[in-house]
């Protein structure tokens, strides 16, 4: 239920903003105001303190040069050959699986009659009267 009211009041919140217009008062109010104070002066409210001077940070000693890691070059072992497997070309004929179902015979599929649809003849289209009616937001007929 929360939600569903959470929702609702998003959904007002947007169509308050979306149906309001502030560009008017912005106007007037650009029109009317006085001209801004000098920067860092505002009447009413103390001066900005300056900020302290931070003190800059010691430049770092140079990186030492990392020595240079050499890899010994090694040699494998040859690969071992891979044993060839002796595979007869002609391979031995399928045993036969027993059916263990016994054999069934189906009766024959019966005919269909093909049903006659009757044509039906459709009574004729009433003519509709030709009118002339504005058409709303249509342009107007060329002048002549």
């Known amino acids: 239920m929360a939600s569903a009211a959470r929702f609702l009041v ?72 891979a044993p060839k497997v002796a595979v007869p070309l002609p391979l031995p004929p399928m045993p036969a699986i027993p059916s263990v179902l016994p054999k069934l015979t189906l009766p024959p599929m019966p005919t269909v009659v093909p049903t006659v649809v009757p044509k039906v003849a459709l009574p004729p289209m009433p003519s509709v009267p030709t009118v002339n009616v504005p058409m709303p937001f249509a342009a107007p007929p060329p002048s002549a």
């Open 10 to 81: 998003a959904v007002v919140v947007a169509c308050a903003l979306l149906a309001s217009n502030n560009c008017h008062a912005a106007r007037h109010l650009a029109d009317t105001a006085a001209a801004p104070a000098a920067a860092g002066v505002v009447p009413g409210l103390p001066a900005v303190p300056t900020l302290p001077t931070v003190q800059p940070v010691p430049a770092l000693p140079p990186m030492p040069a990392v020595p240079a890691v050499t890899v010994p070059q090694m040699t494998l072992p040859p690969m071992p050959a």
